[in-house]
């Protein structure tokens, strides 16, 4: 009877320890599980954050070489409207602070001026009394709640009507619905039967504009300002604060032809400087700050641009 005894506690005591063993193994793999699943969901974080940011990125370089694209273009027109580089770039912060006072876009408003002035120059006295009238413009814009396209279409017409020398039509309708102050101190239907007569000229309309800046102004300023406005001035500042980038993205597009072999040389020699560094001395480059001074003086370049 002792044996039995001894055995039969013999016996459940391995099954204990068999329990034991098994409760362990199945924790172990139930942490092996719960591990992998964790890699996998990191790995599909970085996946998702590496699309985003490539993304991202693409964006941006196509917002910059667009804008660079477009400010290439204004400033053109801007130095053969005004003569010279120094007024254009006079011009140009004219414009800017005219944009941020009516919370328009300095592209838009750029663009207007530097149109207007080259197809109705004559009716202005000149740079400054054509940035008062663009702002004017701008702001009657934003009291009438015309939306981007509406505005922008608005200047397209007012710009073509200007040109032909009188507002008629289709280009004063246009206009009338998105600035009506051109109409103080007549009715819609006298100043459409002045245009038939040809009387709505740009100097009319100029004169119009401008002798009602005071009540426009006033009337501006109690327009509570909106998110779509403060996005709007805070691209006008991150164009005119990325203006030297801006200026590299254009100065690189007018010279690709004499560039590409250069910039071909110098994407081999990284390369190859890599390449002959080795695994570990590549490790030791970047580790110690070596890459970083690489390329920061690549980025401070506009070659790299």
């Not at 592209?107 to 197809?119: H, K, R």
């Not at 009188?166 to 819609?188: D, F, H, Y």
């Not at 709007?232 to 690709?256: C, E, G, K, R, Y």
């Amino acid at each position: 009877r002792v044996q039995a005894a001894a055995r039969a506690q013999t016996a459940a005591m391995n099954a204990a320890a068999a329990s034991a063993r098994a409760e362990s193994a199945a924790l172990r793999l139930q942490e092996q599980q719960q591990r992998a699943t964790a890699s996998a969901t990191d790995s599909m974080t970085r996946s998702i954050r590496n699309l985003v940011g490539a993304f991202a990125g693409i964006q941006t370089v196509k917002w910059l070489v667009n804008t660079s694209d477009q400010l290439t273009s204004i400033n053109a027109r801007l130095r053969l409207m005004t003569g010279s580089a120094e007024a254009a770039a006079a011009a140009q912060e004219e414009i800017y602070q005219a944009a941020m006072r009516s919370r328009g876009a300095y592209a838009d408003m750029a663009d207007f001026v530097s149109q207007l002035g080259t197809v109705a120059g004559n009716a202005f006295t000149g740079t400054d009394e054509l940035v008062a009238f663009a702002e004017q413009i701008q702001k009657q814009m934003a009291i009438s709640g015309a939306s981007g396209a509406s505005a922008q279409a608005a200047l397209v017409q007012l710009t073509q009507g200007l040109a032909s020398g009188t507002l008629r039509g289709e280009e004063l309708n246009s206009v009338l619905e998105q600035t009506p102050m051109i109409a103080q101190g007549v009715t819609t239907g006298e100043m459409r039967e002045l245009a038939s007569e040809g009387k709505v000229t740009a100097e009319v309309v100029k004169n119009a504009m401008l002798g009602a800046a005071e009540e426009t102004n006033a009337q501006f300023e109690q327009m509570p300002m909106t998110w779509a406005q403060v996005w709007t001035m805070f691209q006008n500042v991150a164009i005119q604060a990325l203006d030297p980038v801006l200026d590299a993205i254009s100065w690189l597009a007018n010279h690709l032809e004499e560039l590409a072999p250069i910039l071909a040389g110098l994407a081999a020699g990284a390369v190859a400087f890599a390449a002959g560094l080795g695994i570990q001395a590549a490790a030791t480059w970047i580790a110690n700050g070596a890459a970083k001074a690489f390329f920061t003086t690549l980025l401070t370049n506009p070659l790299t641009y």
